[in-house]
């Protein structure tokens, strides 16, 4: 999950990185009221979700509170690599002297947490890489000894600083790697770290969260779940609720699988044989006979399904409890469309009796089933 930069400066203050004045509007007049609130000249910064925003002009400066609700109105009707703009940071403006490049990555070769840092900073830390390798200062962070002030200050001395700048530097260097490690995130970002006549300050923020950990930041799983609304069809909502990996599609085959892979292979082998699938739907591994019945039921139930198709490879996810799921869910709904079969792997053989007996078809192969199942749509 990527929080938006004012998202991130909220976690960045908790944790005592220093930042400028700044308040989030959602309206023009909003903008006004932020800059006359900070009394100065401000910058007015578009709120998405992806770097380059200067360079886009969904940055702007403003004197006076008019101009910065004109700068917000402006930004408010512009797409910024093709994403909306709903909010704008109003920032006090900094006096720049320098700028500087700070990050917390996850280093999977290293499996550990590496400071990035550069003197160089404002630039993203890609053209750093290749304009300017050498001044980039990579610090793995031992996880369990954690970072230590000595470890900050040696990023802070390779940097060039010494005294109370290397100190001041240090000290934000240690916040941001907890915020990292606390937040469980997979890349937090300071750029530019600029450095001004009141010492360091943050300038922009960035905090990706790992998905797993959501559970772990509730608020933050909350916020992360609103962002689908509007963008979920209802079909695609009510399948949430249900805990199904569900995505809606165009065509009139309906597709059940077990792992993503699999079931984007039966996609792609549908669509082989020139069929079109109406949905993407991953059962996900261990499924019980009822889960799968609801899975069953929830697609025959949409209207523009000709047939379906449900692909499983039986592993924690047994081929018998799969054929009682599918008849249990034609139990309920009558014989009413054309159901295709392909299982393999645990229980195969009972999986396949039940089947049988119940009047329903298997196929060995996927490549099989799928042209069974594109010709069932298309008689149908
Ligand atoms: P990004 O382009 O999306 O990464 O947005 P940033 O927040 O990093 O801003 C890009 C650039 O705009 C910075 O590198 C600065 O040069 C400039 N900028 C951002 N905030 C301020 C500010 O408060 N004062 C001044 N003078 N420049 C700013
Ligand atoms: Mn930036």
Same mark, same amino acid.
């Given at each position: 999950?990527?929080?938006?930069?004012?998202?991130?400066?909220?976690?960045?203050?908790?944790?005592?990185?220093?930042?400028?004045?700044?308040?989030?509007? =959602?309206?023009?007049?909003?903008?006004?009221?932020?800059?006359?609130?900070?009394?100065?000249?401000?910058?007015?910064?578009?709120?998405?979700? %992806?770097?380059?925003?200067?360079?886009?002009?969904?940055?702007?400066?403003?004197?006076?509170?008019?101009?910065?609700?004109?700068?917000?109105?402006?930004?408010?009707?512009?797409?910024?690599?093709?994403?909306?703009?709903?909010? %704008?940071?109003?920032?006090?403006?900094?006096?720049?002297?320098?700028?500087?490049?700070?990050?917390?990555?996850?280093?999977? =070769?290293?499996?550990? &947490?590496?400071?990035? =840092?550069?003197?160089?900073?404002?630039? @993203?830390?890609? $053209?750093?890489?290749?304009?300017?390798?050498?001044?980039?200062?990579? &610090?793995?962070? $031992?996880?369990?000894?954690?970072?230590?002030? &000595?470890?900050?200050?040696?990023?802070?001395?390779?940097?060039?600083?010494?005294?109370?700048?290397?100190?001041?530097?240090?000290?934000?260097?240690?916040?941001?790697?907890? %915020?990292?490690?606390?937040?469980?995130?997979?890349?937090?970002?300071?750029?530019?770290?600029?450095?001004?006549?009141?010492?360091?300050?943050?300038?922009?923020?960035?905090?990706?969260?790992?998905?797993?950990?959501?559970?772990?930041?509730?608020?933050?799983?909350?916020?992360?779940?609103?962002?689908?609304?509007?963008?979920?069809?209802?079909?695609?909502?009510?399948?949430?609720?249900?805990?199904?990996?569900?995505?809606?599609?165009?065509?009139?085959?309906?597709?059940?699988? @077990?792992?993503?892979?699999?079931?984007?292979?039966?996609?792609?082998?549908?669509?082989?044989?020139?069929?079109?699938?109406?949905?993407?739907?991953?059962?996900?591994?261990?499924?019980?006979? $009822?889960?799968?019945?609801?899975?069953?039921?929830?697609?025959?139930?949409?209207?523009?399904?000709?047939?379906?198709?449900? @692909? %499983?490879?039986?592993?924690?996810?047994?081929?018998?409890?799969?054929?009682?799921?599918?008849?249990?869910?034609?139990?309920?709904?009558?014989?009413?469309?054309?159901?295709?079969?392909?299982?393999?792997?645990? @229980?195969?053989?009972?999986?396949?009796?039940?089947?049988?007996?119940?009047?329903?078809?298997?196929?060995?192969?996927?490549?099989?089933?799928?042209?069974?199942?594109?010709?069932?749509?298309?008689?149908?």
């Amino acid at each position: 999950m990527k929080l938006l930069e004012y998202e991130a400066k909220e976690v960045f203050r908790r944790y005592g990185i220093p930042l400028g004045l700044s308040a989030v509007a =959602a309206r023009p007049e909003e903008a006004r009221d932020a800059s006359m609130m900070i009394g100065r000249p401000v910058v007015v910064k578009a709120q998405v979700g %992806v770097g380059g925003r200067g360079k886009a002009g969904g940055i702007k400066p403003a004197d006076t509170p008019s101009e910065a609700e004109e700068a917000a109105r402006q930004i408010f009707t512009m797409r910024i690599k093709d994403l909306p703009v709903r909010k %704008v940071l109003v920032e006090e403006r900094l006096i720049i002297q320098h700028e500087i490049y700070l990050g917390v990555i996850v280093d999977r =070769a290293a499996k550990c &947490y590496t400071v990035l =840092a550069s003197s160089e900073g404002g630039m @993203n830390i890609e $053209d750093i890489a290749s304009k300017s390798p050498e001044k980039i200062v990579r &610090y793995p962070v $031992d996880p369990l000894k954690g970072m230590r002030s &000595y470890h900050a200050n040696t990023v802070a001395k390779r940097l060039g600083y010494t005294g109370k700048k290397l100190q001041q530097l240090s000290d934000i260097v240690q916040r941001l790697y907890r %915020v990292t490690y606390e937040m469980d995130a997979e890349l937090t970002e300071i750029n530019p770290l600029v450095q001004s006549a009141d010492g360091f300050i943050a300038a922009d923020a960035r905090l990706n969260v790992d998905n797993n950990a959501l559970y772990r930041h509730k608020e933050l799983e909350a916020k992360y779940l609103e962002s689908f609304e509007g963008e979920l069809t209802p079909r695609e909502m009510e399948a949430r609720t249900m805990d199904l990996t569900y995505v809606e599609l165009n065509g009139d085959i309906g597709i059940i699988g @077990n792992g993503a892979g699999l079931t984007m292979a039966t996609l792609d082998t549908v669509m082989l044989y020139g069929g079109h699938a109406r949905n993407f739907l991953d059962l996900g591994g261990g499924a019980t006979p $009822d889960r799968i019945g609801k899975a069953v039921e929830f697609v025959l139930k949409d209207g523009r399904v000709k047939a379906l198709f449900v @692909n %499983v490879l039986g592993g924690i996810t047994r081929c018998d409890d799969t054929a009682k799921g599918i008849i249990e869910a034609r139990k309920k709904l009558g014989d009413n469309k054309p159901i295709v079969v392909r299982m393999m792997g645990t @229980n195969e053989e009972g999986g396949k009796r039940l089947l049988h007996s119940a009047g329903i078809e298997t196929n060995d192969t996927m490549e099989e089933a799928a042209q069974k199942a594109v010709n069932l749509a298309k008689e149908a």
